[in-house]
């Protein structure tokens, strides 16, 4: 409460109205001082003029001067002054040249006017230093009250021309004082009830001033809250409503730019949401000041530790990295521009570039991090060295099979037309091999930069089923292994696909299990619908591929036998074209293998729905 009535006596009204009460309080009592000081003049002017108009144009002053000696006349001369007395109403006193009061109107007769009556008056007049009387205001003591008096002398000269008296008149001005202080007290109230009026002209003068600056005060308080839809009225032309027309301009000035400003900061704060990118924004005093999802989970730290622990103090709960990257260092690392560096956590790799950012006045407020996994990148780059390297392996071999044998040809050392067969015979399956290897790596080129041609067309696919069966049968045979189709000739299962492609993905998995499946072996194909898709099973008891190999089945050239598959002509790229071919069908294919037990390929394509298809589970 206590605060509450300060701020209000605070407040610029109050102010302004204290000011309006102190300048018409100064503004009265000068008045009031004034008119007083010269309504009492007025008074004894008028007094003074009065008196002097009175025995001027009366015979007093001359019949006093017609005795040259007064104190030898004294009751004539109170005679005279006793009849003055009742006209005048005034003490009326006569003094000789010795100073004795000859005739007087009160009990003052007969006595010395030392120490009775102004003694500088009588004195003056006496001496005749004036040409006409003097006066002085004095008050003296009756009935133990001092009573306001007016002096008034005048010289009686004597009929030889010199000063034989002096005639003195003490004028009572008790009612002069009354009505001045009546006068006085009536002016205070006035001034008072002025003051007052004053208050309530100034509080309302005030408040014109106030209310509009209190409705911006107000509806500014608002705007830093938040809601900039505060409009002040404008209800003047003059210098308060120019301030509100400015608030207004201006409301709508900062609304656009808070509002610009929002949707950039909307749009970084999603720019760094979805990055892909960890960003970390540290400032010089170790507190992390943003971390955007990515470098959250990068870094494995949450929002929590980001209040409250410091920068190094998280790096330390994360663990140890294979570079330095407490504050301490990569200031000193970036002192002469950004750094780029590579850090390995948790089984990925990161590239962490980190400079420092500064203010407008070009200070260094702080250090900025970027985190780039690159751990899917090297592993492209080192597929991509593996597969040169493998293509590289797998032509020279052949190359050197061909090289060798047709030198050996060209010099004439075979002369029977039996080994030069055989020697040809190998050239020829050496030169197949590359061309198949050729074949293959054009058609996966193809398939990775969507430049194969695709010949989709409705089809069915149990009948392309059984044309690639009876075309690997005369190559199980050869191994006396047994064919086993387990699905229904006559189901139907129409789908959308590229016929030599798909089937050369059968042929492929059905080579594979042939050629992995040792003699007296068996291959069981079978074929059914799954809800809305068809599903192709092949599945053999051959050597089986070991279990830590098996997530690898589908990279190119990988081979879980390098030596058998080469020697089964094998390119290790079949299974890789395979899985594209099926993917771009909008299919899967799956492989569940034990080894020595035997390999499971599962084909799963979407099916056309057809009238009267069945479905087998």
């Known amino acids: ?26 503004a009265t009592s000068i008045i009031g001082v004034f008119i007083m000081n010269q309504l009492e003049a007025y008074y004894n002017a008028s007094t003074t003029s009065n ?20 104190a030898e006349h004294r009751d004539e001369i109170q005679t005279s002054v006793d ?20 005739a007087a109107t009160n009990e003052y007769k007969g006595l010395s006017a030392y120490g009775l009556l102004d003694e500088g008056l009588i004195f003056r007049a006496l001496k005749g230093e004036f040409d006409e009387f003097g006066e002085m205001d004095a008050t003296y003591l009756r009935d133990n009250e001092n009573i306001p008096v007016k002096n008034l002398v005048f010289p009686i000269v004597g009929r030889d021309g010199e000063i034989n008296g002096v005639l003195y008149f003490r004028v009572d001005m008790t ?91 909307n749009k970084l704060e999603a720019i760094l949401k979805n990055m892909v990118d960890g960003l970390i924004a540290v400032d010089l005093s170790g507190q992390i000041i943003h971390a955007n999802p990515a470098a ?92 040169v390297a493998n293509v590289s392996h797998e032509l020279k071999t052949p190359l050197t099979t061909i090289k060798s044998y047709t030198e050996t040809l060209l010099l004439g050392e075979v002369e029977s037309g039996e080994t030069v067969t055989e ?32 010949h989709k067309k409705e089809g069915e696919l149990i009948m392309l089923l059984k044309l690639a069966v009876k075309k690997v049968e005369m190559m199980a045979k050869s191994k006396e292994q047994r064919l086993n189709i387990l699905f229904d000739p006559d189901i139907r299962m129409v789908i959308e696909m590229d016929r030599d492609r798909i089937e050369q993905v059968i042929l492929n998995i059905l080579s594979n299990a042939i050629k992995y499946t040792g003699e007296n072996g068996r291959i069981d194909i079978d074929a059914y619908v799954n809800e809305q898709n068809a599903q192709v099973i092949i599945s053999d008891n051959g050597i089986g591929i070991p279990e830590n190999e098996l997530s690898r089945v589908f990279e190119r050239f990988f081979r879980v036998d390098k030596a058998r598959s080469r020697s089964a002509g094998g390119t290790g790229l079949g299974l890789s074209i395979s899985k594209q071919i099926i993917e771009e069908h909008k299919g899967s294919i799956e492989i569940e293998s034990k080894e020595r037990k035997g390999t499971r390929v599962t084909v799963t394509l979407p099916l056309i729905p057809v009238r009267g298809q069945k479905n087998i589970v």
């Open 175 to 265: 009612s002069v004082r009354e009505t001045l202080n009546e006068s006085q007290f009536m002016f205070v109230r006035a001034m008072i009830i002025a003051l007052a009026i004053t208050v309530v002209l100034g509080f309302f003068i005030a408040r014109s001033i106030t209310v509009p600056i209190n409705d911006v005060t107000e509806k500014a308080e608002k705007m830093a809250q938040g809601d900039f839809s505060q409009e002040v009225s404008v209800k003047s032309d003059d210098e308060i409503g120019r301030f509100a027309e400015m608030f207004n301009l201006l409301r709508i000035e900062l609304g656009r730019t808070v509002s610009e400003i929002s949707n950039e900061k």
């Open 51 to 70: 008196l002097r108009k009175t025995v001027s144009e009366t015979t007093l002053l001359a019949s006093l001067g017609a005795y040259d000696v007064p």
């Open 1 to 26: 409460m206590a605060g509450k009535r300060k701020k209000m006596w605070s407040s610029i009204r109050w102010k302004l109205v204290f000011i309006y009460l102190l300048l018409v309080f100064i």
């Open 423 to 454: 020697f040809l015979k190998i050239v020829e399956a050496e030169a197949d091999r590359m061309n198949r290897l050729v074949k293959d790596l054009l058609q996966l080129s193809r398939l990775d930069y969507k430049q194969e041609k695709w």
């Open 83 to 102: 009849a003055w007395s009742r006209t005048l109403q005034n003490e009326i006193f006569v003094i000789d040249s010795h100073w004795l009061i000859v």
């Open 296 to 387: 959250r989970e990068m870094l494995k730290f949450n929002e929590e530790d980001i209040k409250t622990k410091h920068y190094d103090e998280i790096i330390e709960i994360i663990g140890e990295y294979d570079i330095d990257l407490s504050l301490k260092m990569i200031r000193k690392n970036c002192e002469n521009g950004a750094v780029m560096e590579l850090l390995a956590h948790g089984g990925a790799t990161y590239a962490v570039r980190y400079d420092r950012f500064q203010d407008e006045g070009g200070r260094d407020i702080g250090i900025i991090m970027l985190l780039q996994d690159i751990t899917e990148q090297q592993k492209l780059e080192k597929m991509q060295m593996d597969f």
